[in-house]
């Protein structure tokens, strides 16, 4: 590492996504755990080739349908039969059946908060800054190419052998990215 | 600022013979040309076709707006509804634009479950389209109830009176449905938007445009663990959107099938309601983006073979609907109940006949001429069934409701409704709205989302040769 500029990472890019799954996975193999591939579009098989887990956004979802059924039945049942309650022809005060489609509804509102807001919370986004977004060449993943970033702090990170895996995966272009 | 593409290149290979099929992407475009073409409708000076679709547009919302203001400050009775046509083009045209929301969630989650990923193309659009009905849509009932200003009474919110709204009621159902379809509908839109507006953002070249993208795409920066939750969240809201676009046009139709009325009280309106509105909203789908593909040079993007695809669906549910009018008919007449039977005798032949066979015409008969490939694949032909559609749709709305109550129980609660100019000028109004909304969104927002169609390219397959998969290789 540099001593008067602190470094984020070594980038190396690539042009195909079979190149940077390759790659991913010589990454993998080699034990590294501060890193990332960055991708114009979400590639099918990188998770596998980076070695992640099945995402936890399920279980945000879950909770908030869970919470938004609750709410909706509570809600019925407090305002409709206890807080004021409304007769009507001698119907039963609370049904759940007349009270189902509001509580579905919350159901589903609050499950897609779940699935938004547990994504966001994941990603630890929003986020208004970030090295890589000031690197000039990094632009083009917008575009059409495809980068693999092995952090500085990783604890297996050297900066002549990270670069040696990277150029042996096919990166024909490999740059140090300042903090 | 940054932004220095190293690829120019326009056209990538063509596949190897033994995997040749019909290719989402037409001309085998690269992925910087996709990203190029997308991003570009929003760049550079605004065409003057814009300047001419937004001016008319934007004065006939103004002209909505002030209809909308001298109905709040007059009242209701402004329009032209009365006793018993208490629910008028009013509540027609909140159906009419509800249903047509309806086409941008099928597209965006049915057929994201069903793995059709021809839907890249058209789903951000149809989104946008969906987000705009419903905000027409809204605004109807709203101003329907008279005293606008009280509308928050829908809402279990503690007010003076100390009472809470009555939740037996389909009508507060619909409340709790339409919101929750207006707010799901726009999570789902905006997490789509998060990396095309990252692309939008690395791409810009003024700080206006970089910071305002920047905001809006949340530090999106394409990491894969970013696109690994992602993923997951969006087949999540998918999954969420389906029953939930299938519940709001059945719960709209519990407002009429949970009353008492003739030709209102019937089983068959939930699927009826929610086939006619994945068909109307196929038809406004179809009326804009035939010309958009065209004027924006979208066409190897959405191809010829989206449109006849669309055109299939618009078909299928078109025809459905035409079943349900035959058996609305059948049971009507099966059912032994006299009102039943009058009320749709009224339908076809009494003084509303006209809207009627408009109806039936527009919704059963034009349609089937898209068993023919000809009309299908002709943009043209393409272009006047769609819009042909749009009115059959709002026509069956109409007949729906107007009809019924035309003919209560007793003669004297016999009537008619005529509209007047507001009436008339607020419906026209909420299309200037809408067209406005929709002209705005194309223009500052990529139409088509730019990362999901790259997705669908061969070469974005890493088990395909021109995904660099080598020949025998793992990859």
Redo the contacts between chains.
């Keep these: 590492m540099g001593d008067a500029v602190k470094h984020y990472g070594l980038l190396a890019e690539f ?8 790659a ?1 996975e010589r990454v993998r193999d080699a034990g590294y755990t501060r890193w ?12 596998d080739a ?1 070695g ?1 887990k ?5 279980w945000f ?1 879950f909770l908030g ?1 869970v919470t938004g059924y609750t709410t ?1 039945m509570l ?2 049942w407090w ?2 039969a206890m ?2 309650g ?1 007769p ?1 022809g001698g119907k039963p005060m609370f049904s759940p059946m ?2 189902f ?2 509580s ?3 159901t ?2 609050f ?3 779940g ?2 807001g ?3 919370f ?2 630890r ?6 090295p ?2 000031k690197h ?2 990094f ?7 495809f980068y693999v970033c092995v952090e500085c702090d990783d604890p297996k990170f050297s900066p002549q052998e990270t670069r040696a895996l990277l150029e042996s995966a096919g990166s024909r272009h490999i740059e140090m990215v300042e903090d | 600022m940054s932004h220095a593409p190293t690829s120019t290149a326009v056209n990538i290979q063509a596949p190897p013979a033994e995997l040749e099929r019909e290719p989402l992407v037409a001309n085998q475009r690269s992925l910087g040309w996709v990203t190029d073409r997308i991003a570009g409708v929003c760049e550079g000076k605004a065409p003057l076709w814009w300047w001419c679709a937004l001016i008319p547009s934007f004065l006939l919302f103004l002209v909505g707006v002030t209809c909308v203001a001298y109905l709040i400050s007059t009242g209701v009775g402004v329009w032209g509804l009365n006793h018993p046509i208490a629910w008028a083009w009013d509540i027609t045209n909140f159906v009419w634009w509800i249903g047509i929301g309806h086409a941008g969630t099928l597209i965006s989650a049915i057929l994201f479950l069903l793995r059709q990923k021809w839907r890249t193309a058209v789903n951000r659009a149809a989104e946008a389209m969906t987000i705009f009905a419903v905000m027409c849509a809204g605004l109807y009932p709203l101003i329907h109830v008279g005293r606008t200003w009280l509308g928050w009474w829908l809402l279990p919110i503690p007010n003076a009176n100390g009472i809470w709204p009555q939740f037996r009621s389909p009508l507060e159902w619909d409340v709790f449905a339409v919101s929750t379809y207006f707010t799901v509908s726009l999570l789902f839109w905006y997490m789509g938007l998060v990396p095309d507006l990252a692309v939008m953002r690395d791409r810009a070249k003024t700080w206006t445009r970089k910071f305002l993208y920047g905001v809006f795409a949340l530090g999106w920066n394409f990491s894969n663990r970013h696109w690994s939750n992602y993923e997951k969240a969006y087949l999540l809201l998918a999954g969420l959107s389906t029953p939930l676009v299938l519940s709001v046009h059945s719960i709209v139709s519990f407002d009429f099938a949970v009353s008492q009325l003739p030709g209102w009280h019937t089983t068959i309106f939930p699927p009826y309601f929610v086939a006619g509105a994945v068909f109307s909203g196929f038809g406004m789908v179809l009326t804009l983006l035939v010309p958009l593909r065209t004027i924006c040079k979208l066409e190897d993007i959405i191809t010829v073979r989206h449109v006849d695809l669309m055109c299939k669906v618009t078909l299928t549910t078109g025809t459905i609907v035409g079943y349900a009018y035959g058996m609305e008919f059948f049971i009507a007449y099966y059912g032994g109940n006299p009102y039943e039977l009058e009320a749709f005798k009224y339908r076809a032949t009494g003084t509303y006949w006209w809207a009627y066979w408009a109806m039936i015409s527009c919704n059963v008969i034009f349609p089937q001429l898209f068993w023919f490939k000809w009309f299908r694949t002709n943009m043209f032909a393409v272009f006047v069934l769609s819009i042909i559609v749009n009115i059959g749709m709002w026509f069956e709305r109409f007949v729906i409701i107007a009809t019924t109550l035309a003919r209560e129980f007793m003669p004297s609660n016999w009537g008619y409704f005529i509209p007047t100019w507001v009436d008339i000028w607020t419906y026209l109004g909420t299309m200037g709205m809408f067209m406005t909304l929709f002209l705005l969104f194309m223009r500052y927002l990529p139409m088509i989302a730019i990362c999901e169609v790259k997705g669908v390219t061969p070469q974005a397959d890493p088990h395909h040769p021109l995904g660099g998969a080598k020949p025998g290789g793992h990859h």
């Excluded at chain 1, 990332?36 to 998770?47: C, E, L, Q, R, S």
């Excluded at chain 1, 632009?139 to 059409?144: L, R």
Aim: no cysteine; aromatic share 8%; glycine share 10%.
């Design positions: 042009d195909t996504p079979a190149d940077t799954m390759r991913a990332d591939v960055y991708t114009p579009f979400p590639i099918h098989g990188m998770d980076m992640l099945n995402s936890k956004v399920g979802s349908g909706g809600l019925i305002t409709n807080d004021y409304i009507v007349g009270a489609p509001p579905y509804e919350l589903i509102l499950g897609a908060f699935a938004l547990g994504m966001l994941l990603n986004l929003p986020r208004w800054h970030h890589l977004l000039r060449r632009a083009n993943v917008a575009h059409d190419k």
